[in-house]
């Protein structure tokens, strides 16, 4: 059955309605960061634009090194947890035994575990081995911590790849790593994009592996109260 004109139109309408409302917060929050602070008090929309607010926040903290830590963590984070996560869920998918499905279910119950019940032994671990206040023990712990999830999913995706297409470049002379590289991984591209986009960390964790914050910058800094002074809403709309 063909749409008519009007349910086109209206679905249009409501489609742009819908997002305009879910965007409005961002777009209102980016203009209140260019405003000052009179302008920020009173709710218009024509105002003359400031980089006050954007260079308050810079001035009380280094956060460009607060922008480094946290690119470097979550992409080291993702890449090492992809590393593992693709060559667990290939196996898994196309090679799986009579304990797959027990595994499967045993690296799921982990993420049920709180993380208040592993602060005591990842601090002595990192400790020990002399990775406190260091981003290479962030990038181990949340690439370690979402693993579990990560194999679930990738485990999904590859479930879905016909075997006929591995099985017809092993007939061709591929080895495992070729099949994986130029067979697999581009077949279920976007669901690696889904899987590296929706990783991320506890809070929680960070701040036991990074005790002193004057040796490293946590990935994602505080700005409630910063030198003493409390940051107002349009400077925290710049941060």
């Known amino acids: 059955m063909r749409e008519t004109v009007f349910q086109r139109v209206f679905a249009f309408v409501v489609g742009w309605g819908v997002a305009i409302l879910l965007f409005f917060p961002i777009a209102w929050m980016v203009l209140t960061s260019f405003k000052s602070e009179v302008d920020a008090i009173t709710p218009k929309l024509a105002f003359t634009p400031t980089l006050s607010s954007y260079a308050e926040v810079l001035s009380r903290a280094d956060y460009l090194s607060f922008a480094w830590n946290s690119i470097v963590v979550s992409v080291g984070g993702t890449v090492v947890a992809l590393l593992f996560a693709i060559p667990a869920a290939y196996s898994m998918a196309f090679h799986p035994t009579q304990r797959t499905r027990g595994t499967l279910l045993w690296m799921l119950s982990t993420k049920m575990l709180p993380p208040v019940g592993v602060l005591v032994p990842i601090y002595i671990l990192a400790r020990d081995t002399g990775l406190l206040d260091t ?3 962030l990038v181990i712990m949340y690439a370690l911590a979402n693993l579990p999830i990560v194999i679930w999913m990738l485990f999904t995706f590859y479930k879905e790849v016909p075997k006929d297409i591995l099985e017809a470049g092993r007939m061709d002379g591929a080895r495992t790593a070729s099949e994986v590289w130029y067979l697999l991984l581009p077949l279920t591209l976007p669901g690696e994009r889904i899987v590296a986009s929706g990783e991320g960390g ?3 964790l960070a701040e ?3 005790p002193s914050p004057d040796r490293i910058a946590p990935p ?3 700005f409630g109260v910063c030198g003493g002074c409390a940051l107002q809403h349009w400077d925290l709309a710049a941060y």
């Open 135 to 137: 981003r290479t023990a």
């Open 208 to 210: 036991v592996v990074e």
């Open 202 to 204: 506890r809070r929680e």
């Open 220 to 222: 994602c800094p505080h």
